[in-house]
C-alpha cells in the first residue's frame, strides 16, 4: 500500500516523496480518533491547498506516541505569504510546545505518582524535552547539539566508572580528535566512547549482537585495572557488584533475550520514561559484561528514550553514590525512589541542552 503526500521546500519547491505505509495508528484531532498509515520521517513540513484560484499553507507536524499520533495543523495564509517550517516553529514554539505537551501529558498522568515524589517535576522533564526537540528543529542544529551532548555524557559517564581524565580533554579529544593527556588509556576510552555514541544513534538495534557490538566499540584495545585487556563478547566468570551477585555467566544470554523481548513487547505499553529507567536497572543486575555494563547500559538507556523521541540524559558524576544506591535500593522494592533520581538527572540534563540550544 503506497500513498502519496505533497511537500514543499522553504522556497516552495514541490518534492514528490512517496510514503510507504508501514503500520496503522490512531490518531487524535479536533478532539476525534481516526486511523492513518504511518511511515513519515519529516516531523513536519509545510502543505499547500489550492481552493479557487489561491493557494493556501500550512504549518503541519505529526506527533507519535506510544503507539498514537496528534497531528498539529496551523493554517499561515495564502500566497504569497512564504515562510519556512523553521522560521514557523520558532515563532510559535511556546504554542506547539504546550500542544504537544497536552498530548502527551495524558499518558504521563497516568504514571506521574508512580515515578515522582515531587509536583511537577514529570511535567517539567516532559515539557523540557518537547522544548529541546522544537529549538533543535527550528535551528535545524541537530549535530551540533549533539556534540555538546557527547561531551557533556562522556565525561561524567566515564568519569562514574573511575576514569579521571579533565572534560577539558574530553571536549578537546571531540574537537580536534586528541589531547596530550598523559594518560593514553583514558583518552581511547573517549575515543572509542566517541564511537560508541554514533553507533548507537544510527545502527544499534535491540538484540543481543547489537550489545555486543556496542560493547566491542566501548572497549577496544583499552585495559581494565592491573592492565587486563577487557575480555571479549559476554563475561566467562561470576561478578559481584558490591555485596550483591549479578546473573551469573551461563545465564547472561538467557536473561539478556528476555529483556529485548521485554522491551520489543511493552514500548507502546509502558510510559517511556519507565520503559528506559528499568530496562536500565535490569541490564545493570544482569552485568552481561566483566567490566563495561554502567558505560554500556547508559548508553542503551538513553537508546530507549532517544526512539520514543526523548532527548538523552546524562547520570553525573557528582551524583555517583546517589546513583549506585538508588539502584541498589530498587532491590528492597523502592523504585519510586529509584524513579525520582532518574528524572532529576533527566531535569538537570535537560537544563544544559536548552542552555546548548540557545546558543544557536
Not at 479557487?52 to 499520533?69: A, E, P, Q, R
Not at 504521563?108 to 518537547?130: F, H, N, R, T
Amino acid at each position: 500500500m503506497v500513498h502519496k503526500l505533497e511537500l514543499f521546500t522553504a522556497k516552495g519547491v514541490k518534492l514528490n516523496k512517496i510514503i510507504l505505509v508501514t503500520r496503522i495508528l490512531s490518531y487524535c484531532q479536533k478532539g476525534k480518533v481516526y486511523k492513518e498509515p504511518i511511515a513519515i520521517k519529516l516531523m513536519s513540513y509545510i502543505e499547500k491547498k489550492k481552493l479557487g484560484k489561491s493557494t493556501y499553507l500550512y504549518f503541519v507536524k505529526k506527533v507519535s506516541f506510544m503507539g498514537k499520533l496528534l497531528v498539529i495543523k496551523k493554517h499561515i495564509g495564502a500566497e504569497p505569504v512564504m515562510t519556512s517550517k523553521e522560521k514557523y516553529i520558532l515563532d510559535h514554539i511556546k504554542d506547539l510546545s504546550s500542544e504537544e505537551f497536552n498530548f502527551r501529558n495524558k499518558f504521563l498522568g497516568q504514571v506521574k505518582e508512580q515515578i515522582s515524589y515531587s509536583e511537577g517535576l514529570p511535567e517539567m522533564v516532559e515539557l523540557k524535552s518537547i522544548r529541546i526537540d522544537n529549538f533543535i528543529e527550528g535551528k535545524k542544529c541537530e549535530q551540533a547539539v549533539n556534540t555538546e551532548f557527547a561531551k557533556e555524557f562522556i565525561f561524567n559517564s566515564n568519569n562514574i566508572e573511575g576514569s579521571k581524565i579533565p572534560p577539558e580533554r574530553v571536549r578537546e579529544i571531540i574537537e580536534t580528535g586528541d589531547t596530550k593527556h598523559s594518560n593514553r588509556n583514558e583518552v581511547k576510552e573517549v575515543k572509542n566512547s566517541i564511537l560508541a555514541f554514533e553507533y548507537l544513534k544510527n545502527s544499534f538495534k535491540f538484540n543481543l549482537p547489537s550489545i555486543k557490538r556496542l560493547y566491542h566499540i566501548l572497549t577496544k584495545d583499552l585495559f581494565m585495572e592491573g592492565n587486563i585487556p577487557y575480555p571479549k563478547g559476554f563475561k566467562a566468570e561470576e561478578v559481584i557488584v558490591g555485596n550483591s551477585q549479578t546473573t551469573s555467566p551461563e545465564k547472561v544470554e538467557e536473561e539478556l533475550t528476555h529483556l529485548v523481548n521485554w522491551y520489543r513487547n511493552n514500548k507502546n505499553k509502558i510510559h517511556p520514561l519507565i520503559l528506559a529507567f528499568e530496562f536500565h536497572k535490569r541490564y545493570e543486575f544482569i552485568h552481561p559484561f566483566r567490566d563495561g555494563n554502567g558505560r554500556t547500559g547508559r548508553l542503551i538507556m538513553n537508546k530507549v528514550l532517544m526512539s520514543a523521541r526523548y532527548s538523552p540524559i546524562i547520570v553525573y558524576k557528582e551524583n555517583k553514590t546517589s546513583y549506585f544506591n538508588a539502584l541498589e535500593k530498587t532491590k528492597e522494592g523502592k523504585l519510586k525512589s529509584y524513579y525520582q533520581f532518574m528524572l532529576e538527572q533527566a531535569d538537570k540534563s535537560y537544563d544544559y541542552l536548552l542552555n546548548v540550544t540557545g546558543k544557536y
